[in-house]
């Protein structure tokens, strides 16, 4: 547009709009619905007219969109389908993408957000076109398009990006059927959480709004940590979230009717915030949580008033959505219950990643803390595994490992783990019986209602590794674990007398198969917690006192050449070590003198010379460094001292044996292979074969 001097000037970095009866955009006529979005976003960005008026132009906005799309997102019945459960939170469909448009608020602000951020990125890209990376653009690219209408290519350049292929072209033709295809340089397809920036475009702006209330569920968090570590310097928008802590009056809350009542409130002050400071902070951490705030909870009488969590969103410079301005500012419950308050306690905070990204709370109460009211409690043993140790000799080690596994089941550090560990109290109202084979399935001995049963296990979810039977309740489970264990079982050397580590063993359902078969010791270390409480569980049901567990250890948490074990597994944990020869050396290091080593990981076709290394993701998989073919595999382990190195077997990964299940719901094999060729990967990489290989030290 700023072709046609009469139509608009750049003034100061502002775009001036000028009224004319003709409308040009890069010297062709603009259509008619491209005309009328260029008069909606003109009053959009008119500071001067108040937010809450503008519902219906919003509303006239979307049915632009519509018009442009075909008319498509408008069935409201079925809002979850196309949605996506990543890694790192979901991704809504398109349907509810759609819908957002009409949460009005939201849409003023961020299209005034972004509007601004890009006047402040354009006084520094030196008279370049200013270039903006909308992540998650849904299918008609709200935030962004109505500017497509003010800012002519020559301004701004915009790569979209969404995980959604419908979304995606929804949103190509929106913005091709408007006349401003010239600014839009990309469509990415992909989790954005794979997004890599290029060297020769590098974003000036990233706009994202992938978030509900309180940053729950949706991978916000996520998505700008991800991208800050590629592009610092970018403006971010929103540019601050900020989580507060208030005690409200309900009523009072409800009952506000303006300038002349207040509501009635104590305020806290900010638990969380996401903005550049933060991200900063944050840039070398690993692990699943992020750290937030610890506030002390008001000394003064709070009556009838309640504990919420307002997210205030600062979408760029003065342009903020507050309290109830929209559903993202609407309260949340803060989660614990009034009564496990009191007054002068302390809170802290802390936010979890993952697959269920939330902001998550405890109560610290003298040394003791609690997530949600429950008590972290009592500690957890493995009297079966200590006895074992000990008879092994390992009593230095045992003191040493009692005190490790304490601490870790403590629950400081990991936010869900009280919550876990208060499922683990709700089972200790179904009386466990022992466990038996039955055809072939691990079976728990118990007399408890089904349903009662489901309905806690379930909040043990997602249980990826089984399948388990408690009673009549059948959980079925992500992986078919008993497939791997029939594939191997006949052709390592019998686990009967023998003492067992598993590395990497998850929720450790080869272990009890292991102890079926009479190991003496069937010991797992993982460092999920997930997985150990899914271990207590079954444990519950199976025998406290069994010479098994699961404990939460890495193997760089063991003892230095331990060399205790007569056979250790590794399955499925080679892959994801960035050293793949130091770990063939660590475990080596667990086996006694002619101990075996049971050795499960991808694989790929070829001869000793051939290896894998992927770009970014395999089978949407973000920590997959090392995929050797059979033959080098093998000339590994031998060159770490392994002797009478062979191939078990080799087997590709089906989606029979992985696949999502009411058990675990997120995304699974499925879903990151080729749809068109399940022999490829979703990336084009040669689909999972994995071999099994055993060595003697």
Same mark, same amino acid.
């Given at each position: 547009?700023?072709?046609?001097?009469?139509?608009?000037?750049?003034?100061?970095?502002?775009?001036? +709009?000028?009224?004319?009866?003709?409308?040009?955009?890069r010297?062709?006529q603009?259509?008619?619905?491209?005309?009328?979005?260029?008069?909606?976003?003109?009053?959009?960005?008119?500071?001067?007219v108040?937010?809450?008026?503008?519902?219906?132009?919003?509303?006239?906005?979307?049915?632009?969109?519509?018009?442009?799309?075909?008319?498509?997102? %408008?069935?409201?019945?079925d809002?979850?389908?196309g949605?996506?459960?990543?890694?790192?939170?979901?991704?809504? *469909?398109?349907?509810?993408?759609?819908?957002?448009?009409?949460d009005?608020?939201r849409?003023?602000?961020?299209?005034?957000?972004?509007?601004?951020?890009?006047?402040?990125?354009?006084?520094?890209?030196?008279?370049?076109?200013?270039?903006?990376?909308?992540?998650?653009?849904?299918p008609f690219?709200?935030?962004?398009?109505?500017?497509?209408s003010?800012?002519?290519?020559?301004?701004?350049q915009?790569?979209?990006a969404?995980?959604s292929?419908?979304?995606?072209e929804?949103?190509r033709?929106t913005?091709?059927?408007?006349?401003?295809?010239?600014?839009?340089?990309?469509?990415?397809?992909?989790?954005?959480l794979?997004?890599?920036?290029?060297? *020769?475009?590098?974003?000036d702006?990233?706009? *994202?709004?992938t978030?509900?209330?309180?940053?729950?569920?949706?991978?916000?968090?996520?998505?700008?940590?991800?991208?800050?570590?590629?592009?610092? !310097?970018?403006l971010f928008?929103?540019?601050?979230?900020?989580?507060?802590?208030?005690?409200?009056?309900?009523?009072?809350?409800?009952?506000?009717?303006?300038?002349?009542?207040?509501?009635?409130?104590?305020e806290?002050?900010a638990?969380?915030?996401?903005n550049?400071d933060?991200?900063?902070?944050?840039?070398?951490?690993?692990?699943? %949580?992020?750290?937030?705030?610890?506030?002390?909870?008001?000394t003064?009488?709070?009556?009838?008033?309640?504990?919420?969590?307002?997210?205030?969103i600062?979408?760029f410079?003065?342009?903020?959505l507050?309290d109830?301005?929209s559903?993202?500012? *609407?309260?949340?419950?803060?989660?614990?219950?009034?009564?496990?308050l009191?007054?002068?306690?302390?809170?802290?905070?802390?936010?979890?990643?993952?697959?269920?990204?939330?902001l998550?709370?405890?109560?610290? %109460?003298g040394?003791?803390a609690?997530?949600?009211?429950?008590?972290?409690?009592?500690s957890?043993e493995?009297?079966?595994?200590?006895?074992?140790?000990?008879?092994?000799?390992?009593?230095?080690w045992?003191?040493?490992?009692?005190?490790?596994?304490?601490?870790?089941?403590s629950?400081e550090?990991?936010?869900?783990l009280?919550r876990?560990?208060?499922?683990?109290?709700?089972?200790?109202?179904?009386?466990?019986?022992?466990?038996?084979?039955?055809?072939?399935?691990?079976?728990?001995? %118990?007399?408890?209602?089904?349903?009662?049963?489901?309905?806690? +296990?379930?909040?043990?979810s997602?249980?990826?590794?089984?399948?388990?039977?408690?009673?009549d309740?059948?959980?079925?489970?992500?992986?078919?674990?008993?497939?791997?264990?029939e594939?191997?079982?006949?052709k390592?050397?019998?686990v009967?007398?023998?003492?067992?580590?598993?590395?990497?063993?998850?929720?450790?359902?080869h272990l009890? !198969?292991m102890?079926?078969?009479g190991?003496s010791?069937?010991?797992?270390i993982?460092?999920?917690?997930?997985?150990?409480?899914?271990?207590?569980?079954?444990?519950?049901?199976?025998?406290?006192?069994?010479?098994?567990?699961?404990?939460p250890?890495?193997?760089?948490d063991?003892?230095?050449?331990?060399?205790?074990?007569?056979?250790?597994?590794?399955m499925?944990?080679?892959?994801?070590?960035?050293?793949?020869?130091?770990h063939?050396?660590?475990?080596?290091?667990?086996?006694?003198k002619?101990?075996?080593?049971?050795?499960?990981?991808?694989?790929?076709?070829g001869?000793?010379?051939?290896v894998l290394?992927?770009?970014g993701?395999?089978?949407?998989m973000?920590?997959?460094?090392?995929?050797?073919?059979?033959?080098?595999?093998a000339?590994?382990m031998?060159?770490?001292?392994?002797?009478?190195v062979?191939?078990?077997?080799?087997?590709?990964?089906?989606?029979?044996?992985?696949?999502?299940?009411e058990?675990?719901k997120?995304q699974?094999l499925?879903?990151?292979?080729d749809?068109t060729?399940?022999s490829?990967?979703i990336?084009g990489?040669?689909?999972?074969?994995?071999?099994?290989?055993?060595?003697?030290?």
């Open positions: 547009m700023l072709a046609v001097k009469e139509l608009a000037a750049f003034e100061g970095g502002h775009c001036v +709009l000028v009224e004319s009866p003709l409308f040009f955009y010297g062709k603009m259509t008619e619905l491209s005309q009328k979005l260029r008069a909606l976003t003109s009053t959009i960005l008119d500071e001067d108040p937010v809450y008026t503008l519902r219906p132009l919003i509303l006239e906005v979307l049915e632009v969109f519509r018009l442009v799309a075909g008319g498509q997102f %408008t069935q409201r019945d809002i979850v389908e949605e996506n459960w990543t890694s790192e939170g979901l991704a809504v *469909s398109p349907v509810m993408a759609a819908m957002c448009v009409e009005y608020a849409t003023v602000v961020f299209i005034r957000g972004v509007h601004e951020a890009v006047i402040a990125a354009g006084d520094t890209a030196g008279g370049r076109p200013v270039k903006v990376l909308y992540a998650g653009c849904g690219g709200t935030l962004v398009v109505p500017l497509l003010v800012f002519g290519a020559e301004v701004c915009f790569v979209f969404d995980i292929e419908e979304a995606l929804s949103a033709q913005v091709e059927g408007l006349g401003f295809d010239e600014s839009v340089v990309d469509y990415v397809l992909g989790d954005v794979n997004y890599e920036v290029s060297s *020769s475009w590098v974003p702006v990233i706009v *994202s709004e978030m509900q209330a309180c940053l729950k569920a949706e991978p916000q968090v996520a998505i700008f940590r991800h991208l800050f570590r590629q592009a610092p !310097r970018a928008v929103p540019e601050e979230i900020s989580i507060e802590l208030k005690f409200v009056d309900l009523v009072r809350e409800i009952a506000f009717a303006g300038e002349n009542e207040s509501r009635d409130r104590v806290v002050g638990v969380f915030k996401l550049r933060s991200l900063a902070s944050w840039r070398s951490l690993e692990g699943g %949580t992020l750290p937030a705030a610890e506030v002390q909870l008001p003064c009488e709070l009556g009838n008033k309640q504990p919420k969590l307002f997210t205030r600062q979408t410079g003065k342009h903020v507050s109830y301005a559903g993202l500012t *609407s309260p949340r419950e803060l989660e614990i219950e009034k009564g496990d009191s007054a002068g306690e302390s809170l802290r905070f802390h936010y979890r990643l993952g697959e269920s990204p939330a998550v709370c405890e109560v610290i %109460t040394d003791k609690a997530t949600a009211g429950a008590e972290s409690g009592e957890i493995f009297p079966g595994v200590w006895k074992e140790l000990a008879r092994m000799g390992q009593q230095n045992l003191s040493s490992l009692r005190v490790q596994v304490s601490r870790q089941y629950g550090g990991h936010g869900d009280p876990w560990r208060a499922v683990l109290k709700e089972l200790q109202r179904f009386e466990g019986l022992g466990y038996e084979l039955r055809d072939g399935r691990l079976h728990f001995l %118990t007399q408890a209602d089904a349903g009662e049963l489901k309905e806690v +296990l379930m909040k043990l997602p249980w990826r590794k089984g399948p388990f039977e408690f009673g309740l059948f959980v079925d489970t992500e992986w078919r674990s008993d497939w791997k264990w594939r191997l079982r006949e390592i050397s019998p009967n007398e023998r003492r067992i580590l598993d590395v990497g063993c998850g929720n450790g359902y009890w !198969r102890l079926d078969e190991a010791l069937a010991l797992g993982d460092p999920s917690m997930l997985f150990g409480c899914q271990f207590l569980a079954a444990r519950h049901f199976g025998g406290e006192d069994l010479p098994l567990g699961v404990l250890l890495g193997i760089e063991l003892p230095a050449k331990l060399g205790c074990f007569d056979s250790t597994f590794s499925g944990v080679l892959y994801h070590r960035k050293s793949p020869v130091e063939l050396e660590a475990l080596r290091d667990t086996l006694v002619g101990g075996e080593l049971v050795l499960e990981t991808l694989v790929v076709e001869d000793e010379n051939t290394l992927p770009e993701r395999y089978a949407q973000r920590n997959v460094w090392f995929l050797p073919s059979v033959e080098l595999l000339r590994m031998k060159r770490v001292g392994f002797r009478e062979e191939v078990l077997d080799v087997s590709v990964t089906t989606v029979e044996e992985q696949r999502g299940t058990w675990m997120f699974s499925p879903e990151f292979l749809p060729d399940h490829k990967t990336e990489y040669p689909g999972p074969l994995r071999a099994v290989l055993r060595g003697i030290r």
